[in-house]
């Protein structure tokens, strides 16, 4: 984050604590640590820049009035307060705080200092190591708008929390096992049979998307009519990886297009072959957490929470779902992670309990937490709409970016908190118009970039001094103030909503910023006949535009010079 504006916040809330004690010394009050000072930005700029709350703390245990707490924490007045301009006590016990306006021009000194690394910070560096898995689709489709919103949320939040410093490291897992294989196999064969002239009907629970016939044709391109004189369990062998290859390949093909990377993929197959299943179960079994009943081996769930035990090894020998769960979080947790982030789809969420209770069973309890992207409904001017039905009754992600692009679409599935249905209006994502959030935050940014070439043109010298801050500090306007408030807040906004899982917060904040900078825009000419006035305002124009960026980038969207 900004240094100067770290600096001079550490002193102030240094101070105030210094405050706290003395207080608590003359009236024999407990001062413990529960009532340390943590200072925030108001809301309204009218209640000051800063406030705290220590007051309202302290008044219960130290059974006294908060206000009259407060006022005894203002009186030694604001001289001692480094970077403070007035410091007051209001009802009904809040302090409140306004920083002098070198202040706030320390702020952009920082920002164009800084670039692209303002904001960034260590504030969750003791989180970590931490591993988010996120997508983790079924290698039997393309990417679904659930999938969709899963891969921009996990991504997001992986940005913000290496932002805030937590080593982070992404992954998703490929579900390659098991019956639904089988069936994607048997579902291109009919698709492959018919293709060749031999009429042949999808299984009734397969798979009928379009997508198979683009699979039949690579399969016949590739062997010919081979498959229909081989015996059905060889065949669906083939078949299965077959496609599964393909069509995992079409997945991280969507992903990259939509600017998401993964540092792990991981197979559920290899955890099969590899014998990690039994490894994960007999590492339980020796922690006591299993036991046999009715021929199945169970694990004690309910020891950790889960409302029943459940079923690691059927009757018949064949592991469950779990049971491959269980190797693949024993194995992110002997990689060295010290955290992990599960984001899973709205149809999970009977499964959070059992996930949790596996982890505590292998020895880290409360080291998972489980997020769930929630339902996508498509609207178009009011009225809910259906997309394309290429992949049989699936919305996939790539008709998503087809119709509004990546950047709306990244935007737009952040844009509201993980747990909440997200309505996605697809005529405003494409409209040209402040309604649109992603172009009103882009035209910000653009608008900028254009102030800064007009500048230039004919004032070139003006905005290299600019560039260096030289003139920052004639900047005192209330709108020029409000906007430097709130560069001022960006990297606490990420280090929060990283904390709070919460990256709708950070689409927010570029939406306030954007804001901001056009109310700034409205009320104070940039280019004016006064060289400094002018400077000023680039510098600030300069450092909205760095932040600007640095917000979008995380969130996955562009960041236009022009529209």
Known sequence: MGQRYHEVLDSVTSELNSRMSRLAASWKADNGEALRVALAPTRDAAHGDFATAVALAAAKAWKRNPLEIAQAIVAEGASNLSGVARIEAVKPGFVNITMA?????????????????????????????????????????????VQGRSSALGATLVAMLRFAGCKTESETYINDTGAQLDLLADSLYARYATLLGIEAAVPEDGYSGEYLIDLARALVARDGDRWLHVPAEERRKVLGRFARDLIVDDQRADLERFRV?????????????????????????TGGHVYEKDGALWLRSTAFGDDKDRVLIRNDGRPTYLAADAAYHADKLRRGNRYLI?????????????????????????????????????????????MSKRAGDLITLREVMDQVGVDAARFFFINRAPESHLVFDLE????????????????????????????????????????????????????????????????????????????????????????????????????????????????????????????????????????
């Open 342 to 386: 599960d984001i899973l789809g709205p149809d999970h969420h009977g499964y959070i309990a059992r996930l949790a209770a596996l982890v505590a069973a292998l020895g880290h309890p409360g080291k998972l937490e489980v997020l769930l992207a929630q339902h996508v409904t498509f609207k178009r001017g009011g009225e809910t709409v259906s």
């Open 428 to 563: 405003l994502a494409v409209e040209q118009s402040a309604k649109n959030p992603v172009y009103y935050v882009q035209y910000g940014h653009a608008r900028i970039a254009s102030i800064l070439r007009k500048a230039a043109e004919g004032r070139g010298a003006l905005v290299e001094r600019a560039a260096e801050g030289r003139d920052v500090g004639t900047l005192g306007h209330a709108a020029e103030i409000a906007l430097i408030r709130r560069l001022a807040d960006f990297g606490r906004t990420v280090s929060s909503a990283a904390e709070a899982r919460a990256p709708h917060r950070l689409a927010e904040y570029t939406h306030s910023v954007a804001t901001d900078f056009h109310a700034f825009y409205t009320e104070c000419i940039v280019l004016t006949d006064d060289d400094a006035l002018t400077s000023a305002r680039l510098s600030l124009c300069l450092a909205t535009k760095t932040v600007l960026a640095s917000a979008l980038s995380l969130i996955g969207v562009s960041a236009p010079d022009a529209m």
């Open 261 to 285: 990377h993964f540092d792990h993929w991981t197979s559920e197959t290899t955890l099969h072959e590899s014998g990690a299943i039994e490894k994960a179960i007999e590492e339980l079994r």
């Open 101 to 145: 306006p070198n202040f706030w021009s320390d702020v952009v000194l920082d920002v164009l200092r800084l670039g692209s690394d303002y904001g960034t910070s260590d504030a969750l560096a003791s989180a970590g190591p931490m591993l988010v898995e996120f997508v983790s689709a079924n290698p039997t489709g393309p990417l679904v708008v």
